[in-house]
């Protein structure tokens, strides 16, 4: 169960992160509020990870899906670079995230 809510407060991270991006687009109340939801989820469902998970596992995961995703998210939704440099060092990111993993 650790482990699903550390998925998920990484997804919920990516969201916050997208929602930084539209409310700089779109200032209103409701981007607002998505965004304070989002991170808002991603920091209870990493609250509930960290009661089974190491904390310094549960951190560095939680911050690489949310680095990782963040970045593909920005390649997919808003056109930034999609560099072969770019996709290693994020593949090296996710291949970090999945050791760790495996070796808790």
Do not use: C
Request: proline share 1%.
């Amino acid at each position: 169960m650790a482990w699903v809510s550390l998925v998920l407060a990484g997804l919920f991270e990516m969201f916050g992160v997208i929602m930084i991006s539209q409310l700089h687009r779109d200032r209103n109340w409701r981007s607002l509020f998505l965004l304070v939801a989002g991170f808002g989820a991603s920091f209870i469902f990493l609250a509930i990870a960290m009661q089974t998970l190491p904390m310094g596992t549960a951190y560095a995961i939680w911050t690489g899906i949310g680095a990782s995703g963040g970045a593909i998210l920005g390649m997919v939704l808003y056109g930034e670079s999609r560099e072969w440099k770019r996709i290693v060092f994020i593949a090296m990111i996710l291949g970090a995230t999945v050791g760790l993993k495996l070796i808790s």
